[in-house]
């Protein structure tokens, strides 16, 4: 996955941990390349807890490395139905109701 802001390559470390960070952005996982890390305008995700931007997404949640708080991302309402509008039916099952109590088959 290349820097989501400039586009460079990730290479891998000879050892020890990789000096890129992982983010999340639009409530997208995002790598960040140690250039780009030193902007201050990243416009990263940030929790709503400890206002960290140390996130990462996974199966439509955000966890926070720093404090452990998991939200839901918005994006993720379609994919699950969870939120669903209120049923079209609605109204008709209604004026079906008001049909009997007033009498009209
Ligand atoms: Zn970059
Ligand atoms: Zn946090």
């Known amino acids: 996955m290349p820097c989501y802001r400039c586009g460079a390559r990730q290479t891998d470390p000879v050892r020890g941990a990789s000096p890129w960070q992982?983010?999340?952005?639009?409530?997208s996982q995002v790598l960040i390349c140690p250039d780009c890390q030193r902007l201050r305008d990243l416009d990263?995700?940030?929790?709503?807890?400890?206002?960290?931007?140390?996130?990462?997404?996974?199966?439509?949640?955000?966890?926070?490395?720093?404090?452990?708080?998991?939200?839901?991302a918005r994006s993720a309402d379609g994919l699950t139905g969870a939120v669903a509008?209120?049923?079209?039916?609605?109204?008709?099952?209604?004026?079906?109701?008001?049909?009997?109590?007033?009498?009209?088959?």
């Open 22 to 27: 992982r983010g999340v952005r639009d409530e």
């Open 44 to 72: 990263l995700d940030s929790c709503s807890t400890c206002r960290s931007t140390a996130l990462i997404c996974r199966l439509g949640e955000v966890e926070c490395r720093s404090c452990g708080a998991v939200w839901m």
């Open 85 to 105: 509008p209120p049923p079209p039916g609605l109204s008709a099952e209604v004026e079906a109701a008001l049909n009997r109590v007033l009498g009209r088959a």
